[in-house]
């Protein structure tokens, strides 16, 4: 499976800030995933990031408020921009894991977002 | 109706018990079913695939029919280290070479000494 490093993995932010969530994977990748998994609920996906385009945004989200980054096939970055207390939640990047037959997802570990 | 449905939870069980997850998804084009298991403040990480045969890995089993779009995961002989959330997991394909993962909201398993 492939390996992600994910940071930070928690951080407490005043409303109005922003912040900058790295995943670095193991291994080059197409395509990776955002995800928000808000307090007792699923994990629903913010967007799709592909190296050399732009990332594709799901239904209700925002490139303005959640940026991506994809420079190359290993990395990517997600930012919660302009933060409200609405954006407390768990964020997580996502890769298809291609080693194997299961061909699965491998996550990150998750940045726990508290905005106050 | 949601795209991904499970059973509510939680479910409680002693050791020893066996204990079997539903879940219903909407989108009859999904082509991937899995089952991820989620611990406390963890990441979800893959527990098994399902396949349209059914398949066994140790204490579990899952089953999944297309037609009635239904997913179940059965757990034998539950361990204490079992308890965690267990989501249901549906993958479709979204074009351009693209899939996409749709989550149930997870059922919640406590198995008690």
């Known amino acids: 499976s492939a390996v992600i490093s994910q940071k930070p993995s928690r951080d407490i932010c005043q409303r109005g800030t922003s912040l900058t969530i790295q995943c670095q994977v193991d291994?080059?990748?197409?395509?990776m995933f955002w995800y928000r998994q808000q307090p007792g609920q699923s994990l629903t996906l913010i967007a799709t990031?592909?190296?050399?385009?732009?990332?594709?945004?799901e239904s209700g989200f925002v490139i303005d408020k959640f940026p991506i980054s994809r420079p190359n096939l290993t990395f990517s970055t997600l930012t919660v921009s302009n933060m409200s207390p609405e954006d407390s939640s768990i964020y997580l990047c996502?890769?298809?894991?291609?080693?194997?037959?299961?061909?699965?997802?491998?996550f990150g570990s998750g940045t726990r977002l508290t905005v106050v | 109706r949601k795209e991904v449905e499970q059973d509510p939870g939680p479910f409680n069980v002693p050791e020893g018990a066996t204990v079997a997850f539903n879940c219903t998804y909407s989108?009859?084009?999904?082509?991937?079913f899995f089952w991820y298991r989620q611990d406390c403040r963890k990441e979800p990480k893959l527990l098994m695939s399902?396949?349209?045969s059914g398949n066994e890995d140790g204490r579990f089993t899952a089953q999944l029919n297309r037609a009635s779009q239904y997913i179940s995961l059965l757990i034998r002989d539950s361990k204490l280290s079992d308890s965690a959330t267990y989501l249901c997991?549906?993958?479709?394909?979204?074009?351009?070479?693209?899939?996409?993962?749709?989550f149930g909201k997870g059922t919640k398993l406590s198995v008690i000494p």
């Open positions: 996502s890769v298809e894991d291609r080693g194997g037959t299961s061909r699965g997802y491998t």
């Open positions: 291994s080059q990748v197409t395509m």
């Open positions: 990031a592909n190296q050399g385009s732009e990332a594709t945004y």
């Open positions: 989108n009859s084009a999904s082509q991937s």
């Open positions: 399902v396949y349209s």
């Open positions: 997991v549906v993958n479709k394909y979204s074009g351009a070479g693209s899939y996409q993962l749709t």
